[in-house]
């Protein structure tokens, strides 16, 4: 299990072994909502329908509403906006992950940047809020430190099956032996570079393990494709300069759009 780190020491963390932990960031009343509006969405489903692929709650939720104003919460946005040393921000996509207790799904190591066709720019991060304790028997994620340096774009292999996302990127015994155990309580966050190598093992506990992932970027450096992206991408903080024509501004806490927004994803894809 991680220590936490003062605060003054996650943007060093964050830059030089590309993540970091923030406790306690989300009150367990919020929790406790967000994870009520998880299990109706859960209700909805299927009963054969795997979980760990909720893809933009934020835009196919029955209440998005409630996803997408976490998607702009202060308290991201700023844990978010010191990590990546800047002031604008988008929100390009959400993603629930939730990994039912005795079959939950491994996701082999991989990166992030490379799945996102339309994002160009390395100042991309992913917010991992746990709604659930998330810890090693349950499928914790896990990261490999320091593997984002210099932003390499290593090759996706096609796995064997079995695991949730179908590739992985090649780790020697020696990188996967520095491997850190993300252990978050429900509430915690840990944000990672998109380059980092991570993953995490199947749910072999009895207890679910759900988190949401939020994909943020520097909207200054990061220009993203919106017909490529195929879903909205939101102008989530900033003073306006880097808004680009398509995006949609929810910076500032006025009202919420009436719709989230025209979008090709499928309601709760595989990713
Ligand atoms: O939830 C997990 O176990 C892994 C998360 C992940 O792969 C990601 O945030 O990209």
């Not at 009520?36 to 939720?61: G, T």
């Not at 309580?185 to 840990?190: F, K, V």
Request: aromatic share 4%; net charge negative.
């Amino acid at each position: 299990m991680i220590e936490q780190p003062s605060a003054n020491e996650d943007s060093r963390l964050y830059s030089e072994e590309g993540y970091c932990v923030q406790r306690r960031v989300i009150a367990p009343s919020e929790i406790a909502s967000l994870r009520r509006s998880l299990d109706r969405m859960i209700e909805e489903l299927p009963e054969d329908r795997r979980l760990e692929s909720l893809v933009e709650p934020h835009i196919h939720a029955a209440d998005w509403e409630t996803w997408l104003e976490l998607g702009r919460d202060e308290r991201l946005l700023s844990a978010t906006g010191e990590m990546l040393g800047c002031e604008e921000l988008i929100l390009m996509s959400t993603h629930l992950i939730v990994k039912p207790p005795g079959v939950g799904l491994a996701l082999c190591w991989h990166q992030d940047n490379t799945y996102w066709p339309g994002v160009s720019g390395v100042d991309v991060c992913t917010v991992w809020l746990a709604l659930d304790d998330s810890d090693i028997a349950n499928g914790c994620m896990k990261v490999i430190p320091r593997t984002q340096d210099g932003n390499p774009e290593l090759e996706m292999i096609p796995t064997d099956g079995g695991d949730l996302l179908g590739v992985r990127v090649e780790v020697t015994e020696e990188m996967e032996s520095a491997a850190v155990a993300i252990e978050l309580e429900a509430g915690d966050l840990s944000i990672h570079d998109s380059y980092i190598i991570h993953g995490s093992d199947r749910n072999e506990s009895d207890r679910r393990r759900a988190g949401l992932t939020l994909r943020y970027a520097n909207a200054a450096t990061v220009k993203v494709d919106l017909e490529k992206h195929g879903k909205p991408v939101y102008y989530v903080g900033g003073c306006g300069d880097s808004l680009v024509e398509g995006q949609r501004d929810i910076s500032g806490g006025g009202p919420l759009p009436d719709d989230p927004g025209v979008h090709r994803s499928r309601r709760f894809e595989n990713r």
